[in-house]
């Protein structure tokens, strides 16, 4: 992976075999970022998502594998208790054109993932809500 800070924006490449989430951690802890937008397209050739199941307050996820495109991939840099937390979203579709997509839990780059990270000056932490079962914004 290869980064470039430019004021409050972070252009990231994000490099075959390396896995997206990762690499977003790693840059937020290196940079300090305590609230941030993130951004990003590119070629994974596995991914997991979940998707949120309310009734049981409960993350289920779906694993896939081969050729597809990220045809989005946006979600938060921030905080719980002070420390690192991301929320992120992606949709990736396959050869024939469909797409799946849920709450990211990982992504492995098979040619290249190019990111955008929009820093906020701000922090905002998180708190977990009894009654959703998510962590949620604490403004």
């Not at 409960?58 to 719980?80: D, K, M, P, R």
């Not at 709450?103 to 922090?123: F, G, K, P, W, Y």
Request: hydrophobic share 35%.
């Amino acid at each position: 992976m290869k980064y470039k800070r430019v004021d409050h924006t972070i252009v990231a490449r994000i490099d075959k075999g390396e896995e997206i989430t990762q690499q977003v951690k790693n840059i937020a802890l290196k940079e300090n970022i305590k609230f941030a937008h993130v951004s990003a397209l590119g070629a994974v050739n596995q991914f997991t998502v979940g998707v949120f199941k309310t009734n049981e307050k409960q993350y289920h996820a779906n694993e896939f594998e081969g050729n597809y495109e990220i045809v989005s991939l946006t979600g938060t840099i921030n905080t719980f208790n002070g420390e690192y937390y991301s929320h992120l979203h992606m949709a990736a579709g396959d050869e024939q054109g469909k797409v799946y997509g849920g709450h990211l839990n990982r992504a492995v780059v098979s040619a290249t993932c190019e990111m955008i990270i929009q820093i906020v000056d701000c922090q905002i932490d998180r708190f977990y809500d009894e009654e959703t079962g998510l962590n949620l914004f604490d403004l």
